[in-house]
Every structure is written in structure tokens, then in C-alpha cells.
């Protein structure tokens, strides 16, 4: 079993720049990492997922240039740095943990319960 907590969160200007950080109780230097948001009245959506290695990473084309996600395995923590927020990237953000490195919400086992953005124009 897993438990992850998203931090990090909060209100920001858009242009600047948030740091969300998911800490992993178990071991999770096997798993992909990823990051996926769902805003009011919307399905929730990928952002960004980083392999087991680190070696891999894939961002939607909406945050390419802008977000960046890490991770430390002997920390059990996966990152997203975002830059250059914008008012549409207002969203509950999740990390989760999966066996593969996938853009698919399915795919994921574990999930957090979330760390809110709201960028303001």
C-alpha cells in the first residue's frame, strides 16, 4: 500500500510560479510518477508523468516549456515546477503512482487526494 500527500498549493498571479511536491509513504522507486488535474466541471486530465528511472518523462502539450517534473527516489517525492502559470491551468492537482510510465488515468493504482492551484488573471 501507498499513500501519497500532495503540497504545495495555493494562489498565484498569472506569470508566476508554484512548486507542488507529492511525498509517498511506501517505496516507490518501481513506479511511474505522474501529476493530472481536473478543474470544476471537467474530466481529469494528464500533465506530466516521469518513469521509475527518471529517465522518461512526458508533459501534455499545454504545460511543454513550462512545467517540469523530478523526482527522488530515496526521498519517495515526484515534483512539478510550473512556470508561467496561466488562468487555465486553475485546478485540483493530483500526483499518482502506477507499474507503467502512462498518460492514462487508468493505468495509475495510487492516488493522492489533491493540492488546489488557482492562477488569477
Known amino acids: 500500500q501507498v499513500h501519497m500527500v500532495e503540497s504545495g498549493g495555493g494562489l498565484v498571479q498569472a506569470g508566476g510560479s508554484l512548486r507542488l511536491s507529492c511525498a509517498a509513504s511506501?517505496?516507490?522507486?518501481?513506479?511511474?510518477m505522474g501529476w493530472f488535474r481536473q478543474a470544476p466541471g471537467r474530466e481529469r486530465e494528464f500533465v506530466a508523468v516521469i518513469s521509475s528511472s527518471g529517465g522518461t518523462t512526458y508533459y501534455t502539450d499545454s504545460v511543454k516549456a513550462r512545467f517540469t517534473i523530478s523526482r527522488d527516489n530515496a526521498k519517495n517525492t515526484v515534483n512539478l515546477q510550473m512556470n508561467s502559470l496561466k488562468p487555465e491551468d486553475t485546478a485540483a492537482y493530483y500526483c499518482?503512482?502506477?507499474?507503467?510510465?502512462?498518460?492514462?488515468?487508468?493505468?495509475?493504482?495510487?492516488w493522492g487526494r489533491g493540492t488546489q492551484v488557482t492562477v488569477s488573471s
Open positions: 511506501g517505496r516507490t522507486f518501481n513506479y511511474a
Open positions: 499518482a503512482a502506477g507499474a507503467v510510465t502512462t498518460t492514462d488515468p487508468a493505468g495509475y493504482r495510487y
